[in-house]
């Protein structure tokens, strides 16, 4: 997921994005549990190897290529920073909409550093 796309998540309080109304519980439990954070962790790590294999396949990026790579970390990087905020803010019973608010202005800080390349790169076309 590209970041302009996350945007549309979170604005939208999409689940999948953690600003849904009653996703605290499920937020809360994964912190103590060691075997659940260990299993997120590898979650974490097959979305961004998928990623980046989508990501090289949308450019026709050769397999020696760092540049998937690359992208698909920060992209990956800029994803957990954004789910960080939200399970810490969701976990106090915030309400959704002040999480989400919060969150569109984090990411619009986040795709500075990110630039024009990351945010463009393997951009697929309207259908």
Do not use: F
Not at 60 to 78: F, K, M, N
Request: aromatic content about 2%; cysteine-free.
């Amino acid at each position: 997921m590209g970041a302009r796309a996350a945007r549309r998540g979170v604005g939208r309080r999409r689940r999948p994005a953690g600003t849904a109304r009653g996703g605290r519980g499920g937020l809360a439990a994964a912190r103590p549990d060691a075997g659940l954070r260990s299993r997120l962790w590898a979650i974490g790590q097959e979305d961004q190897d998928n990623l980046e294999a989508a990501l090289r396949e949308e450019a026709g990026a050769a397999d020696d290529d760092p540049l998937p790579h690359l992208i698909a970390g920060q992209l990956g990087r800029a994803h957990s920073a954004v789910m960080a905020v939200i399970r810490r803010e969701m976990v106090k019973g915030r309400d959704p909409r002040e999480v989400s608010r919060e969150v569109l202005g984090l990411l619009d800080d986040i795709e500075e550093p990110l630039g024009e390349k990351a945010l463009n790169y393997a951009v697929r076309g309207v259908v």
